[in-house]
Structures are given as C-alpha cells and as structure tokens.
C-alpha cells in the first residue's frame, strides 16, 4: 500500500512535468515525450527517478536516466555509475552515463572545480537531450537545497532575484531552448529519506558532501544547525521568503515592463531613456528599468553590480547636464537634460 507521503512526491513529480493538468496525457497517445532524469544516485535524485518512472507512463513520458561521472572520487565515482546504471536496467528505463575529466577542465578555463563540474554536469544533460528529442531535464534540488542556496546568495549579497532561490520551471543553465524542473523544491531531505525506506531504495553516499572546505557544505553543516538553535523552523523559513520573493518579482517584472516599454526607446545598439520620465519613477523601478537596459543590450546582468546602478542613479537624479556615466566597463550612460541613453562600448 502506498502511504501519503510517497502518493505526494509522486503527484508533485507529475505535476511539475505536466504544467497543464487540464489537458491530461492518455498513455499511448503519440510517441510520447522524451523526459531527462539526472540521476547521481543520491537519495535525492534516486527518489526523483522512482516518482518520475511511476508516472510516466500516465503522462506518456519517455524517461532516460542520465548520469555524469565527474571523475574527482575514483574508484567511488565508478561505483555511483555502475549503481545507476544497474538502477535504470532493474526498471527497463534508457541510460546514458558520461565521464568527464573536472579537474583538467577546471584547471583549463581558470574556474573553480565546483564551477567546472557544474558546467560539465549541465553540458552533458543538454546534450543528452537533444540526442533524445527531450525538451524537459528533471533535477533533484529539494526544500533544504533551497534554504541553503537563499542563505547562501543572501551572505554573498544579492537583491530579489536571488531571494527567490531556485526556480521550479526554467531555462536549463547553458541551455535555454530547455526546461529545468525541480518537482521536489517543497520536498524536505527527511521526506526524501523516509521515501527510499518506504520503496526500499538503496542511494549511494557522496562523502564530498561533508567536506567542509565547501562554503555550500559549511552552510548545511556549521551555519544552519547555529541558526536553528534561533529558530528551529529557519529552513522553512528561508524556503518561505524564496516563494515571497518569487511572488513580488512578478509583480515588479510586469511593472517594469510597463514603465520600460513607456519611457525607453531601443534604437539598434543603443537604448534612449525619457529623463524626466524615469526621474518621476519610484527607486525600485528607477533600479529595475535601468537593469532591463542592460539585460536587452547584453543579454544577462553578470557583473552589474549594486554600487553602479546606485552611483548612476545618483547622477541622473542630480543636476547634472550633458555628460558619459560609465555604469559598466562595457557599458556606458550618455547623459543629455532630456534623456540618456545606455550603449555598448563595443558599439
């Protein structure tokens, strides 16, 4: 018999993948969807696959199992892929398992191994994908993934987009013709757990994740169990502002849609702004419109920093007339008494 707790994972899993409950899908119907499952064998991703397989057929998915051997643990690192790969045999579902060499790939580009291994990861899921027709990749981020991700980036120093933590639906990093899914973001790792002892699950154990030399793992380890003895909700808690967050930049994102599409002007390579219309603005729109500016010159905000926005918004509130604001080191702010109008040095 299926308990509650396994029957709401499994219904969460389904309802991430399928946005459109309206319109169910008849196993059967078509060739069926292909649906990317990463899978490192952890009792996370092992509870994201068994909910997603027992689903798929209801939703006719066709799921592949993918698993990236980041070649860092040795013999440990083997073992995990040979796990999953006997995993998706046991249950007849396609795998495909990679390795990648990290540390020569870290020591390539002048990155960080956490930030090679990521790159490596999401790389081979895309191309994964693409081998299988499959449009969503299914990641097995949880609740205290998120809680620790939202403290993480609020000691980094973020504003309301990293507030909002991860997302349960977007672009796949590095691949934005994919979607990523993450259908256990409200799913605790104790729930996580009691599901593998319920569907007699066996997960792998990753020992990097209690090397403390990793800020992510000092977070989990060391600052939350502090944190806890202030509140011993605070993993809610955090998991909660990141759904706050969420919510109000919807409403700021449709807001400063409005007012961009109201008082700004693309003309090419450039983005001609009305002065006095943006001065009339609130500080939060005044912050975000100028943001949209460079987000549709550049197409992202990496290396927009808080003090720069504020130092041009200074100016711009000023008296000052005619004059060049170099917001960015790529990016600079033609200032006239009626406008400015944002360009790309390279232009």
Request: hydrophobic share 45%; charged share 25%; glycine share 4%.
């Given at each position: ?153 609020l000691l980094r120093g973020t504003g309301l987009a990293g507030l909002r933590g991860m997302q349960p639906r977007s672009p796949l990093h590095g691949a ?32 990097t994740n209690d090397e403390l030399h990793h800020a992510r793992n000092r977070i989990r380890h060391e600052l939350l169990p502090v944190l806890e003895q ?70 992202d905000l990496t290396n927009l920093g808080y003090a720069a926005v504020e130092e041009a918004r200074d100016v711009l509130n000023s008296d000052a007339g ?26």
């Open positions: 018999m299926i308990s509650n707790l396994v029957s709401r994972i499994r219904f969460d899993v389904e309802r991430a993948v399928n946005p459109h409950p309206s319109l169910p899908r008849k196993a059967g119907e078509g060739k069926g969807e292909g649906l990317i499952l990463a899978v490192s064998g952890g009792a996370d991703s092992l509870c994201l696959a068994d909910a997603a397989l027992a689903v798929a057929p209801r939703l006719c998915l066709k799921p592949v199992i993918a698993h990236l051997d980041h070649g860092l643990r040795g013999e440990a690192s083997r073992a995990d892929a040979e796990f999953v790969r006997d995993f998706a045999q046991a249950h007849e579902v396609a795998c495909v398992v990679q390795q990648a060499d990290v540390r020569a790939l870290a020591a390539e580009r002048k990155v960080s191994i956490e930030v090679a291994a990521r790159d490596a990861r999401y790389g081979f899921l895309a191309r994964t994908a693409d081998q299988h027709n499959a449009t969503l990749v299914a990641l097995a981020h949880h609740a205290d993934d998120q809680a620790e991700t939202v403290l993480f980036r934005p013709h994919l979607t990523a899914v993450r259908p256990l973001l409200r799913v605790t790792r104790a729930d996580i757990e009691q599901y593998c002892r319920e569907c007699h699950l066996q997960p792998r154990h990753d020992a202030y509140n011993p909700n605070i993993r809610a808690v955090l998991t909660r502002l990141a759904d706050t967050a969420a919510s109000n930049l919807e409403v700021i994102e449709a807001a400063t849609h409005e007012a961009f599409e109201r008082i700004a002007h693309v003309q090419g390579d450039a983005i001609e702004v009305d002065r006095p219309a943006w001065r009339a603005l609130p500080a939060g729109l005044q912050r975000e419109v100028l943001r949209e500016a460079v987000r549709r010159l550049k197409g005619a004059g060049e604001i170099a917001l960015m080191h790529d990016v600079r702010i033609a200032v006239t008494w009626r406008t400015f109008t944002l360009v790309r040095r390279s232009a």
